[in-house]
């Protein structure tokens, strides 16, 4: 499975982007699609948001209500739609498949004024 993520930029505080990550290759096998995050100055990637097949999401406690996470199956292609964005969600992003893990090229978020 390859994966294409693209949709971050700049953004002043309370703004919004939405991300997309568009899959290829084997996407009949992918059950969960995930973004992960990694803020300037940690190793670790936290789990932002995730969505499986049947459409069932979850959230990180920081972005709920702020986030969404939707698929399009149609177009094999996974969003986060990102509203009221504040600074501490400054990060590059990343997407994830599972099964087979794969992760998709970062994209980078920077919120502020």
């Known amino acids: 499975v390859q994966l294409q993520a693209s949709g971050g930029g700049l953004v002043q505080p309370g703004g919004s982007l939405r991300l997309s990550c568009a899959a290829s290759g084997k996407i009949f096998s992918i059950r969960h699609m995930n973004w992960y995050r990694q803020a300037p100055g940690k190793q670790q990637r936290d789990l932002v948001a995730?969505?499986?097949?049947?459409?069932?999401?979850n959230y990180a406690d920081s972005v709920k209500g702020r986030f969404t996470i939707s698929r399009d199956n149609a177009e094999n292609t996974v969003y986060l739609q990102m509203n009221s964005l504040k600074p501490e969600d400054t990060a590059v992003y990343y997407c994830?498949?599972?099964?087979?893990?794969?992760w998709g090229q970062g994209t980078q978020v920077t919120v502020s004024s």
């Open positions: 994830y498949a599972w099964p087979p893990a794969s």
């Open positions: 995730s969505i499986t097949s049947g459409g069932s999401t």
